[in-house]
């Protein structure tokens, strides 16, 4: 508990209170009251002299949370703290929303409790601005580490390009090389187009977590039939079957969102069950956002990796790709302002469940005119 007075910052809309409060430091000398000069219905103005700002205000008042809200904004980093002239569930859930950050009934008041409220305010703030430090730390090194894969992989664009060239010439003289050559050749020809669709997904991954960029309206039912014939060789070969229902038009990224359906029409093709692939894409609009979801009767997951599956580089066995598509997946979702969930058990499918926002997220850029 905080030694010596409590300075606090009376603001006050309802004189009869205010005298009420005031009185109270007669009998608690450690509570000292401060009024602002000038309309303290209009101006805080807190100094580093203070511990609290003091808010009284009359329970019939109807702007009670815009009064909150401009008084808490003007307190800077000091709590504020409403005091109702009598109980009053609705106002004081009405206050503690716009931001107090305590709400007393003057009807039970004393010098004690205005001080333990106040200490409890200072001690709630305190942690507040230490958590608000460390995630912007935290928001710093994801940027630096961002930074960092973007670099890495850009660099390794120039090195891989001129490895594949070299051994594809190598491979236009196949005559003349042992049979064991060509076949070393092959293996590290393989091995480096995946490291450069690493190296690609790498990029994807750190530009996701940038801003959303431009957005536009997209119909997903044209966007899956723009897809559906890139990937037309793959789910031919795949002898897989593709059904969706109407889609909806929604607010996004265009480049983004073929990116997420992309990867999960790969993983639904890559971890194939016994029988040929048979997915169903649907969505529907619950509330305030529309929820796709992606069905298929794959070889399933375990509860176990429901969540780990959405981090990078997670691989479910060796031949599983390099582990981006769903770590990616859930980049593009957020940064739509949705979220990505899955259910499945093994050897009964998956189903994939994304949220997207019917409306341009916060992140995003103007669209363009």
């Not at 298929?296 to 780990?308: F, V």
Request: aromatic share 4%; proline share 5%.
């Amino acid at each position: 508990m905080q030694a010596g007075p409590r300075r606090i910052l009376l603001v006050s809309t309802n004189d009869a209170l205010a005298a009420q409060l005031k009185a109270l430091a007669t009998d608690a000398p450690n509570l000292l009251f401060h009024e602002p000069d000038g309309d303290a219905q209009r101006e805080t103005a807190p100094s580093g002299a203070h511990d609290a700002v003091m808010l009284a205000i009359g329970a019939d008042d109807t702007s009670l949370a815009p009064s909150v809200r401009q008084h808490c904004a003007q307190a800077g980093a000091l709590p504020v703290i409403v005091v109702l002239p009598e109980p009053a569930e609705a106002l004081a859930i009405a206050a503690i929303t716009a931001g107090a950050a305590e709400v007393l009934d003057a009807s039970r008041l004393d010098g004690a409790a205005v001080l333990a409220a106040v200490d409890r305010s200072q001690a709630r703030a305190a942690g507040q601005q230490e958590l608000r430090r460390y995630v912007a730390e935290l928001e710093q090194a994801k940027r630096g580490l961002e930074q960092f894969a973007r670099v890495a992989a850009h660099d390794l664009r120039a090195p891989l390009a001129m490895i594949h060239m070299e051994l594809s010439w190598l491979m236009s003289a196949t005559d003349t090389l042992p049979d064991k050559a060509v076949q070393s050749i092959r293996e590290v020809l393989k091995t480096g187009a995946q490291m450069r669709q690493l190296v690609e997904d790498l990029l994807s991954y750190a530009r996701t977590g940038e801003d959303l960029g431009a957005v536009e309206q997209i119909d997903c039912n044209g966007l899956i039939q723009e897809l559906l014939q890139e990937m037309q060789a793959d789910l031919s070969a795949a002898d897989a079957q593709f059904t969706t229902d109407m889609l909806p038009t929604l607010w996004g990224n265009r480049k983004r969102l073929t990116q997420l359906f992309q990867h999960l029409l790969a993983n639904a093709l890559r971890f194939r069950g016994a029988d040929a692939p048979r997915i169903h894409l649907s969505a529907e609009f619950p509330e305030s956002m529309w929820v796709f979801t992606l069905q298929d009767n794959g070889s399933g997951i375990g509860t176990e990796d429901h969540e780990r599956v959405f981090e990078p580089f997670t691989r479910r066995h060796a031949n599983a790709g390099n582990g981006m598509g769903l770590a990616i997946c859930r980049r593009v979702v957020e940064a739509h302002g949705g979220t990505i969930w899955l259910e499945s058990e093994p050897g009964q499918g998956t189903t994939v469940y994304f949220s997207l926002p019917n409306r341009p997220a916060q992140n995003a850029a103007p669209p363009a005119p």
